[in-house]
């Protein structure tokens, strides 16, 4: 559970119930010492220890401890002050409470690793671990999509464009269509050229297929 730290008016904009400890103490059936408040980069999450205390090595754990060892403040709150991302913290929080991984949309599985390993939750760094490298296992098993481009030009343009390409385009093919105007006594010869680009992306609903008239053009191409 978590909720954003009190403004200035002293109000609290809250995720969860704003139990202070002098309230967890008065509540019917609640024991104080089963209750911890952390205050993860301005935001509070409320968890008992059995929870936080799961690895045995982790720091959370020992934050429980009250270990010497670990210098960490408390808030006006009595919460443990913990400079950390909250957004990271809330899957390691809930890893902690049932044992899965659960990402929201938008997160990163190394941003749930760089957090699993500042509180070094063993079992969590090695199950993100195992999550990124099936996740680029998959991408590796793709086949590579290409994007195509079809591209007219006179015969004098032609070593000028070929040499300026950049950004990923590789020439393809050079077809041509004869003659398009008469210059002086000289035919000015015309082209089209076909040039491809690796696809990298595809969220962007971009076709990765050739066109039929690029497939057109390169068939012709091939003949001749």
């Known amino acids: 559970?978590?909720?954003?730290?009190?403004?200035?008016?002293?109000?609290?904009?809250?995720?969860?119930?704003?139990?202070?400890?002098?309230?967890?103490?008065?509540?019917?059936?609640?024991?104080?010492?089963?209750?911890?408040r952390l205050n993860v980069g301005g935001t509070y999450f409320l968890t008992t220890r059995q929870t936080l205390c799961r690895d045995p090595k982790s720091f959370l754990y020992r934050l429980c401890q009250a270990d010497p060892d670990i210098d960490s403040d408390k808030d006006e709150t009595g919460a443990y002050l913990i400079d950390r991302d909250p957004t990271y913290f809330g899957p390691v929080l809930n890893y902690l409470r049932h044992g899965k991984i659960v990402l929201n949309r938008g997160l990163a599985e190394e941003g749930v690793l760089e957090e699993a390993e500042f509180?070094?939750?063993?079992?969590?760094?090695?199950?993100?671990?195992?999550?990124?490298?099936?996740?680029?296992?998959?991408?590796?098993?793709?086949?590579?999509?290409?994007?195509?481009?079809?591209?007219?030009?006179?015969?004098?343009?032609?070593t000028q464009m070929v040499s300026t390409m950049s950004d990923g385009w590789k020439f393809e093919q050079l077809v041509s269509i004869g003659s398009s105007y008469n210059y002086g006594n000289e035919d000015q010869a015309e082209f089209l050229c076909v040039v491809s680009k690796e696809l990298h992306n595809q969220s962007y609903g971009t076709s990765s297929e050739p066109s039929e008239k690029a497939k057109i053009l390169q068939e012709q191409g091939s003949r001749m």
């Open 119 to 158: 509180y070094n939750i063993t079992f969590l760094i090695k199950l993100i671990k195992d999550k990124i490298r099936e996740r680029d296992c998959r991408k590796a098993q793709l086949p590579i999509k290409h994007v195509y481009r079809v591209l007219q030009c006179q015969e004098e343009e032609l």
């Open 1 to 36: 559970m978590a909720e954003k730290s009190p403004n200035l008016s002293g109000s609290v904009d809250q995720r969860c119930p704003a139990l202070f400890p002098d309230e967890i103490m008065q509540s019917p059936g609640i024991r104080a010492s089963k209750w911890v």
